[in-house]
């Protein structure tokens, strides 16, 4: 099955800019979507089909997808953005389709 | 605007069956395919598996030969079931909307914590 690989955790000072990872085996022919968690909460989408922001998601929040990583990236990051993060794909088999989640990365606001 | 609104028992026995219901308010029920998903404490998203109005079903492997999915389009509601639960199914249960261009998810119950425990 596919497998999506993020980074635990990723540190950033108030004000600069988070980069969150996702890796995939040629991720870059798959949607990519981000969701964002605060602690006891559901799952936000904050970006969706590699680069799409929902409704009501600010600016700051952009993704990308190049080769075996897809990113997600928060510019000018404040406490209010300290949440963990999961990318996630549809992945299709010749035997299956299914939903994979990344194993999430802890966005830390220094 | 769409809410999605869960309930189900929260406290089960090793070897019962575990039954969510999620209730769709403020939006079409038909058109789209309706995800159940669930979190261990302190662990990541597991997806556990779709349906749609026609009742298509489509499941994670690991999970599927235990895993039923049911709609009831007279009350935009659909269920899940998941029988002889063990503690590794204890965590928080969501149901969730996936949207219609691209499988992801853009609104989400509010979750409901299911406890394995003898």
């Known amino acids: 099955s596919y497998v999506l690989t993020q980074p635990s955790s990723v540190s950033v000072a108030p004000g600069r800019t988070a980069r969150i990872t996702c890796g995939g085996n040629?991720?870059?022919?798959?949607?990519v979507h981000w969701y964002q968690q605060k602690p006891g909460q559901a799952p936000v989408l904050v970006v969706y089909?590699?680069?799409a922001r929902p409704s009501g998601i600010p600016e700051r929040f952009s993704g990308s997808n190049s080769g075996d990583t897809a990113t997600l990236t928060i510019s000018r990051v404040g406490a209010g953005d300290e949440a963990d993060y999961y990318c996630q794909v549809w992945d299709k088999t010749s035997d299956h389709s299914g939903v994979v989640f990344g194993g999430g990365t802890k966005l830390t606001v220094l | 605007q769409v809410q999605l609104q869960q309930w189900g028992a929260g406290l089960l026995k090793p070897s019962e069956t575990l039954s969510l219901t999620c209730a769709v308010y403020?939006?079409?029920?038909?058109?789209?395919?309706w995800s159940w998903i669930r979190q261990a404490p302190g662990k990541g998203l597991e997806w556990i598996g779709e349906?749609?109005?026609?009742?298509?079903?489509n499941f994670n492997p690991s999970l599927k030969s235990r895993v039923t999915m049911s709609v009831d389009t007279s009350k935009n509601q659909f269920s899940l079931k998941v029988k002889s639960v063990t503690a590794a199914d204890t965590a928080v249960y969501y149901c969730?909307?996936?949207?219609?261009?691209?499988?992801?998810?853009?609104?989400w119950g509010q979750g409901t914590l299911v406890t394995v425990s003898s």
């Open positions: 349906i749609n109005l026609s009742g298509n079903t």
């Open positions: 969730a909307r996936e949207k219609v261009d691209y499988v992801s998810f853009d609104y």
């Open positions: 089909a590699d680069s």
């Open positions: 040629n991720i870059e022919t798959k949607s």
């Open positions: 403020g939006g079409s029920f038909s058109g789209y395919y």
